[in-house]
């Protein structure tokens, strides 16, 4: 991990760091993805919303000895698997927008809905095109409409 990036990222859980300090901020965001976010966002993640941290390694596409070897490393996540990350923290806060609250939002994201095949929405954040189908579902809801 390089010095610079220990440094976009305030000390504590990487995730909640990058949904608050990073997300806000795009060309912090964008130099902290390039950079790649350290190996322990994955596990930080998965405590954030209480789900396996296999759940969050799917969505990231980051086999788990591939995650081991980089945590145990002090190593970063290539840029892909960042972006993912990234992808969840900046979808996480448009749900918390919509919904005024974010546990709510949390719940939200990791629960089945009919919407995306009884898939739960975080489930569709490994792609781009999955992540525009929640940012419509969340459209729909900020302006009336259900999912």
């Known amino acids: 991990m390089t010095s610079k990036n220990v440094a976009l ?15 806000a901020d795009l060309p912090r965001a964008i130099e902290a993805i390039r950079l790649g976010l350290p190996a322990t966002v994955i596990k930080d993640t998965s405590a954030y919303f209480n789900v396996s941290t296999s759940r969050i390694r799917a969505i990231v ?19 892909a698997a960042s972006e993912r990350i990234w ?13 005024e609250d974010e546990e709510a939002a949390k719940t939200w994201l990791r629960m089945p809905n009919r919407a995306f095949g009884d898939l739960a929405p975080m489930e569709y954040l490994d792609t781009e ?15 009336g409409g259900t999912a």
């Open 9 to 23: 990222l305030p000390q504590g859980n990487s995730f909640e760091a990058l949904l608050h300090a990073v997300a």
């Open 61 to 79: 596409r980051l086999p788990e000895t591939t995650a081991h070897t980089l945590v145990k490393r002090g190593a970063n996540i290539d840029a």
């Open 87 to 99: 992808r969840l923290a900046d979808l996480l806060t448009m749900a918390s927008d919509v919904f």
């Open 129 to 143: 095109p999955g992540a525009m189908a929640v940012r419509q579902v969340l459209n729909a809801i900020g302006t």
